[in-house]
């Protein structure tokens, strides 16, 4: 998510320089104890939730209570016809992202793992997928940089909460939550890049539920920058020996809705994998800029109508989809803009291959997109009205 409320909300610190807290820092959030003020536009979200505890070799967590359920809705067959249910359907999980700026940070203060439990909450709905967003500065630390050796700690807690997923059956999308920056500045050091998926592919070579979303939401960049930078690392993840799928993202925020407009269309078309087991992933929110800042919907149809370009790009070049991200608050017209464009998604002959909701996480609180079991904001309504119909 490209949004300050998404890390506003959550980190664990800002400089003790700052009189207001800038629009992409903290200003409220679990153990936080810096600046309130935040500027204008932006919001501080409060959590009263309890936060499983981990350490880098064991899982230790606390059970979700049983919670009261609203019946999914009845099967989309009738009302959306002709669809191919995706191979992979979950949610993000994050939460190893959090405290933006904050390297190496600190384990359960200014970051965390996904709880196993919420992993076994989606995996019981039927979902199976779930994308994991982490900082690259705190795999690779800027001591050692994109090329060095990676941080123990962090890469066990890395593999453990993906080894947890796994080992149940699920598909485990690994994100570097960055940008396509390092440590601020744009990755311009393809070879770097590609040496770091190469060395991060081969932790993961043996396990075929592992998907690599290569970087999160490239912007600021040109769309011919942003495929450089992809082709690197689909070439370090193939150098490793690995084979599995492998996630593309594009410039400006890798907006379905803006993917020909950006110039990803044009400049992506040429990406190339010697095993074809790629995919472009999107992201798309219904909000009036998309931005998922505002729990407001354009209208029931926004989704689709934001889809249409991307789906007709896909189809007509032969090309694999994947939504990254979509997020639409608990009401009627979200849920209804969220139906709208995962009917569309399943009825483009499967060139969409899956949907990742944002998003679940331990230290979301009241957030009004969280779907944190069991009391997130959109785990009530929008998981069984507009997600589970269609698993």
Known sequence: MRLSVAFAALATFVSSVQATV????QCGGIS???YSQCQKGSASVTTTSTTPTWDTWSISETSYATTTWTSPSPSPTDACPNRTKFKYFGVNQSSAEFGDGIVPGILDKTYTWPSPSSIDFFLSKGMNSFRIPFMME???P???GLTGAFDSAYLQGLKTIVSYITSKGGYAAIDPHNYARYEGSVITNYAAFQTFWQHLAQEFIHDPNVIFDLNNEPYGIPATDAASLM???????RASGATQLILVEGTFWTGAGSWVSSGNAAAFI???DPLNNFAFEMHQYLNDDGSGATPTCVSPTIGVERLAAASAWLVANGKKGVIGEMGGASNDVCIAAIKGAICHMQQQGGAWLGFFFWAAGPWWGDYFLSMEPPSGATVQRVLPEALLPYV
């Open 22 to 25: 800038d629009e992409w820092g």
């Open 142 to 144: 800027p001591t050692t």
């Open 138 to 140: 705190r795999l690779a």
């Open 32 to 34: 936080y104890s810096g």
């Open 270 to 272: 040429g990406i190339t």
């Open 231 to 237: 082709q690197a690392g689909i070439n370090g993840v």
